[in-house]
């Protein structure tokens, strides 16, 4: 099943998808990428999610073969072993146990299950995946920008704006803040193409603030694509481009 696909059936990203995006890797064919970018743009769950598992990523990718995990002090288990053997709290003679029966959501549960999995896949690291995703101790590497250019307005166009590449753990991210765009009749669409504009890839959304954070396509490069190029994109389902750009930025090779 495609995203476009799970996006339609319950509204929301295929819990696989998510944990692709959280890995910076691009889910399925480009149509399919295109599909779950447009998604994050408009669903703040899903987006949400998204930063949260990526958080997830980043602490276990930053883990090393020195990284251990810390031991309880032995209190901690007596304590354990004291509440395990202590005898079951009562109740009045008038009250009547209420069963519970505790179901964790699908989706959460399934979405948590798949990007654990997927981030210890490749990662030899032991126990040191656990420290690291626990250690109150331990400082994340802040993200470092390694281009940024302003967009500049194009012809029949207002709007300006700046895009920032940024390194960060989880792999190259594209920042982009555009100011002065009128409310859509469609939507904003953020593209990368090359030098000659004969080429392009799609790479999301902006937000309802004119603004977003999308991840580098695996495998692609600012010296081939250095153009980013923002769009208002009509909502009929075509997946191209609409040839209606309103601002536009060359990142330094």
């Known amino acids: 099943m495609?995203?476009?696909d799970t996006a339609q059936r319950s509204g929301h990203?295929?819990?696989?998808?998510?944990a692709l995006l959280a890995l910076g890797e691009a889910p399925g064919t480009g149509d399919?990428?295109?599909?779950a970018q447009r998604h994050l743009g408009s669903c703040t769950e899903c987006r949400g999610e998204v930063e949260s598992f990526s958080a997830v990523v980043a602490a276990a990718r930053?883990?090393?073969s020195k990284d251990a995990l810390v031991p309880a002090p032995n209190s901690v288990w007596s304590r354990i072993t004291d509440e395990l053997e202590g005898p079951a709290p009562s109740l009045p003679a008038t009250a009547q146990p209420t069963p519970v029966l505790a179901v964790p959501a699908p989706r959460r549960m399934l979405q948590w299950v798949t990007v654990a999995a997927a981030a210890c896949v490749g990662l030899v690291?032991?126990?040191?995946?656990?420290?690291a995703a626990t250690s109150s101790q331990r400082s994340t590497v802040a993200p470092t920008i390694v281009a940024e250019t302003a967009l500049a307005p194009l012809a029949g166009s207002q709007a300006t704006g700046n895009v920032e590449v940024v390194s960060t753990s989880t792999g190259a991210q594209v920042l982009v803040d555009v100011s002065g765009l009128a409310k859509p009749d469609g939507f904003y669409e953020v593209w990368l193409l090359d030098r000659k504009g004969e080429k392009l890839i799609a790479l999301g959304v902006l937000d309802g603030s004119d603004k977003g954070t999308f991840a580098m396509p695996p495998g692609v490069s600012m010296s081939d694509y250095p153009v980013v190029d923002v769009s208002l994109e009509p909502s009929d389902g075509n997946p191209g481009h609409s040839h209606h750009s309103l601002v536009r930025g060359t990142l330094p090779a």
């Open 2 to 4: 495609s995203p476009r």
């Open 32 to 35: 399919d990428f295109i599909t």
């Open 62 to 64: 930053t883990v090393t």
């Open 13 to 18: 990203l295929d819990p696989e998808v998510i």
């Open 125 to 131: 690291v032991g126990s040191g995946v656990m420290y």
